[in-house]
């Protein structure tokens, strides 16, 4: 049983980001089923410790499985189901009740799914509601007496950026796009007028779209509609999804992949592929852009090792 104080993470961050040549990272990973991402047990109280200058300040612990049976009273439990992919990785947060408490350690982007708590963003602490998104959030992740349940995804990717800036953008005041696609005998067709869509063939895909702009990076949230297929497009980047509703086949490089709520999938960087919607669906997506002249890297863990975050270093 190991319990360490996340702040350490800062020291230890190559224990977060394992870096790899590209050649390393065969088998690709595409599909990520719900039964294939684990889920960890992890348990985050408060440690006020002092300043050298005076005043004390707050990190958390953390702790995992057996380790986090014994927090103590008052501790924030949740379980953080892992999604990691060759470029970037996605954590799904979620705490039933109980105070939300989590240290903001190597996490770049979040989306909250449900509930509400306060993050730091550009050094100011702000309330983030059911729907709204950060980009380099910092400091805790926080709600003393949420009201039910709190699910937050988190995220690590990088960006496009040289110099990105925090930033949060809220739900309200977003813009919706409707979109319709469908094939015009061999040609794809895309509808954004509403007359249009309303004409769109029987088999078109039709879904919304709320895209969330960062710096560097953005999230898509989309509403998918039964029964349409979208037409084939290629990625100039590695794109990440996390399915939250329904049923959907995606088809690229030839291969067909069925994901439903509780998956995540990649769209690779240069491949051409479409989805057919099988169910009334929703998904967030971002993107992994990445420098083909880096290394490139992902999310690990290891036995034996010391607790931070849940992730670990032997």
Do not use: C
């Not at 990520?32 to 707050?58: C, V």
């Not at 309200?172 to 007359?195: C, F, K, R, S």
């Amino acid at each position: 049983m190991r319990i360490a104080p996340t702040a350490s993470l800062a020291t230890i961050a190559l224990a977060v980001f394992t870096l790899a040549s590209a050649s390393a990272q065969d088998p690709r990973i595409i599909h990520i089923p719900s039964e294939d991402a684990a889920i960890y047990t992890e348990a985050e109280w408060d440690l006020p410790l002092p300043k050298a200058d005076g005043p004390m300040y707050d990190r958390s612990f953390i702790a995992e499985g057996d380790a986090a049976a014994t927090a103590p009273e008052g501790a924030s439990r949740y379980s953080a189901q892992e999604y990691n992919f060759p470029m970037g990785a996605l954590r799904v947060l979620k705490w039933d009740s109980g105070p939300v408490i989590h240290q903001i350690t190597f996490e770049t982007q979040l989306y909250v799914l449900k509930g509400t708590a306060t993050v730091g963003v550009a050094g100011e602490i702000v309330t983030i509601n059911a729907g709204d998104a950060v980009f380099l959030p910092s400091g805790i992740l926080r709600n003393t007496d949420p009201d039910g349940e709190t699910v937050v995804l988190t995220y690590i990717v990088s960006n496009t950026s040289d110099a990105p800036k925090a930033k949060v953008v809220r739900v309200e005041g977003l813009n919706v796009m409707a979109i319709a696609q469908w094939m015009d005998g061999e040609a794809p067709t895309t509808a954004t007028d509403h007359d249009a869509i309303l004409k769109a063939p029987d088999g078109a895909a039709k879904f919304t779209v709320k895209r969330y702009s960062g710096d560097g990076n953005s999230f898509r949230h989309a509403v998918l509609e039964a029964g349409g297929r979208t037409t084939p497009a290629t990625n100039g980047r590695d794109i990440l999804i996390y399915i939250n509703k329904g049923r959907m086949t995606r088809t690229e490089d030839g291969i067909e992949y069925t994901v439903e709520a509780g998956d995540a999938i990649r769209e690779e960087n240069a491949k051409s592929g479409y989805w057919e919607i099988l169910e009334d669906s929703e998904f967030i997506a971002t993107d992994m852009p990445f420098d083909p002249s880096q290394p490139r890297y992902n999310l690990q863990r290891s036995p034996n090792a010391v607790a931070g975050a849940g992730y670990r270093q032997e």
